[in-house]
């Protein structure tokens, strides 16, 4: 472990003074964060109203109107329970629910606002016209999921950029091969596996201040709500595992440093987009959501939209397990060629 | 005491059998010298000797301690200088002397005085806080054997040290080394070059196509292969009954008349020259010029595989 450690705080040192490295780990994600969240910040996420609206007991001249304005299509539901269930599976938009005491319950969808909100305008002018406060907008959503745009690219840019920050360690190993020092380093008294889990080491630590920075100055300086601290460094560590596993799997079947990093680079993009960390993949639904979820930035950015609804840290367990779960598998996949980054 | 102890090493990549046999050993404050050209398996050799190469077959015995490529403690016990360099750019002198002084097991004052003492010997003392991108190419590979002695070894190995090299920064490496094994250090010193060899090693091992071919001292070496000197006198005059003349004499094994020029094989040609001379000119012969080859290494290696050794 001492040797470990020697390797990893020189890998870091060597970091520190590379200042490509601190630009892609904190500089470079920080600006797009904040580039993006002012662009986007308020621009909604522009969903076409899916206006089909579940309705349990209407009055009959509500279902004439909506049904003649050849917009909203009503689809009656049973009772509220089957109308909620409606809106969460995405059958239907929104749901208006009419009780016998004249009130109207909203149920809406927080991935489709403009639906919800023109269900409420429904509602709020059918109200208005019978007189009276019967209008009960509740739980307009049915999961409070949804990141604010600042929160959301906060994350999303520093997930995306943690892929690269990370190569910088497990990497480095491919170019202390062809620089001689690696061979140095194995000629002293040392375990061939302290080199590599020092390479770890250094990719972990990076990965972690990196994203332990961004959080905290996305916090600061974009007012991004992360949530509970101790889920957020959960869901950072798990993370960073992750990142660091598949890059390291990438350096076993890499031949030379150029190739290693231009593969890790393209895995970092595809696993960057599909992750949804540029825009929410998950709102694409079908194929795309589900392949999504192979993907750790995805889990990484659901654990964080769970501690933003103000969720406990055990909200976090999930995507906290699948990411580990990622890793155990990319390291599965890398120990038998493990021995090639070595060259033994 | 032996220092190192090689036995039968074997090593094939694929087809190709890059080691075949070798075993040799080293005593303490003994300098031995690998010659051969590039791709004799020399470096393939170092490797395992080194423990970063596992051999096929074979053994090998530092400092009494058997030495694979998982071994820990035995490693201790040598200094590497690869042949290209192996130095961290982005680090100065003192903090790559350190990381290896640390991975070594050398730790605070101890590691900080040693380190002071082989800046020293380098000659990079006011030099040692620079990033070791700015040194020149003589200054870094002084930093290369630096890192190499950090940890005083017993065994010191150096691999084609000098390929690349300007002739000042040479001399100045062969002098480190030749002051090395004056301390009692071991060295294993890979070559290609006759010259050096000639010049550091007690003995010396020849190697080519992965085969020890031969071994032993400069003059063993060359006594074994039988070789004379050449003397070659060009002149002009009664070459002819120069030839006979000196042919008469004992040390001379041949002699014939070439071009103008009186070629002879003689045993000792630099104490028998001025008696050449006499008896060459008393014959009629009137000498101009005087050429002598004596046998040396790249002579042995041509005898033993019918190869130059820089082809």
């Keep these: 472990m001492r040797a470990a450690l020697l390797i990893a705080r020189k890998d870091i040192r060597q970091r520190l003074r590379d200042r490509s490295a601190l630009l892609v780990a904190i500089v470079v994600p920080l600006v797009l964060a904040s580039i993006f969240g002012l662009i986007f910040h308020d621009v909604t996420t522009g969903d076409a109203c899916d206006c089909e609206f579940g309705v349990v007991d209407p009055p009959a001249p509500l279902v004439a109107a909506l049904a003649g304005s050849g917009v909203i299509t009503l689809h009656r539901e049973p009772d509220a329970a089957a109308a909620r269930a409606g809106v969460e599976a995405g059958r239907i938009g929104a749901a208006l629910v009419f009780t016998r005491d004249d009130r109207v319950v909203v149920i809406g969808d927080a991935d489709l606002p403009i639906t919800a909100q023109i269900a409420e305008s429904v509602a709020t002018t059918y109200a208005n016209r019978v007189g009276g406060d019967a209008i009960e907008i509740a739980d307009i959503s049915t999961t409070s999921r949804q990141l604010d745009i600042g929160t959301f690219y906060a994350a999303g840019m520093a997930v995306f950029f943690l892929f690269f920050t990370v190569q910088f360690g497990v990497t480095s190993i491919l170019d202390e091969r062809r620089d001689g020092t690696l061979a140095r380093m194995l000629v002293a008294p040392i375990r061939g596996a302290a080199v590599l889990v020092g390479k770890l080491l250094t990719s972990v630590v990076l990965g972690v201040v990196s994203m332990v920075v961004l959080a905290l100055a996305t916090r600061f300086l974009l007012d991004a709500q992360w949530g509970n601290p101790v889920g957020v460094l959960l869901l950072i560590v798990a993370g960073v595992i992750a990142a660091t596993s598949v890059m390291a799997l990438i350096a076993t079947l890499a031949k030379t440093p150029d190739q290693a990093q231009s593969w890790q680079s393209m895995a970092a993009l595809i696993l960057g987009m599909l992750g949804g960390t540029f825009f929410p993949v998950a709102q694409a639904g079908g194929v795309l959501a589900a392949a999504s979820l192979a993907t750790p930035q995805a889990w990484f950015l659901r654990g964080v939209e769970d501690l933003a609804a103000g969720d406990g840290v055990g909200a976090v367990a999930g995507p906290v397990f699948a990411m580990l779960a990622f890793a155990a598998l990319m390291t599965a996949l890398a120990l038998p060629r493990v021995g090639r980054l070595t060259g033994r | ?311």
């Design chain 2, 1 to 311: 005491m032996t220092v190192l102890e090689c036995r039968d090493l074997q090593k094939r990549f694929g087809r190709i059998e890059a080691v075949r046999g070798i075993s040799l050993t080293i005593a303490e404050g003994e300098t031995y010298g690998l010659l051969g050209p590039n791709g004799a398996g020399k470096t393939t050799t170092i490797s395992m000797v080194c423990g970063l190469l596992e051999p096929d077959a074979g053994s090998v015995v530092v400092a009494g301690q058997p030495l694979t490529t998982r071994s820990v403690e035995p490693k201790a016990a040598i200094g590497y200088v690869p042949q290209e360099l192996a130095i961290y750019p982005d680090l100065n002198a003192r903090e790559n002397l350190r990381f290896f002084a640390r991975l070594y097991g050398l730790a605070g004052a101890q590691a900080e005085a040693r380190i002071a003492e082989v800046l020293e010997v380098i000659g990079l003392t006011d030099r040692a806080r620079e990033l070791t991108n700015t040194y020149s190419g003589g200054m870094q590979r002084r930093l290369n054997i630096g890192i190499g002695l950090l940890h005083r070894p017993r065994l010191l190995i150096l691999d084609e040290p000098t390929v690349g090299v300007d002739p000042q920064s040479r001399n100045a490496i062969l002098e480190s080394v030749e002051q090395l094994a004056g301390e009692g250090m071991a060295v294993l010193y890979t070559t290609h070059y006759m010259e050096e060899a000639e010049r550091l090693c007690d003995r010396i091992g020849i190697v080519d196509m992965g085969e020890l071919k031969a071994e032993g001292t400069r003059a063993e070496l060359v006594a074994r292969v039988g070789e004379h000197d050449r003397v070659r006198l060009a002149g002009s005059g009664a070459l002819d009954a120069a030839a006979a003349a000196c042919e008469a004499l004992p040390a001379v094994q041949t002699a014939s008349v070439t071009d103008g020029s009186l070629d002879l094989i003689v045993d000792g040609a630099r104490g028998l020259l001025p008696e050449l001379l006499a008896v060459a000119t008393a014959a009629g012969a009137a000498v101009k010029s005087v050429e002598v080859e004596e046998p040396d290494l790249e002579a042995v290696f041509l005898q033993l595989t019918g190869r130059a050794l820089r082809d």
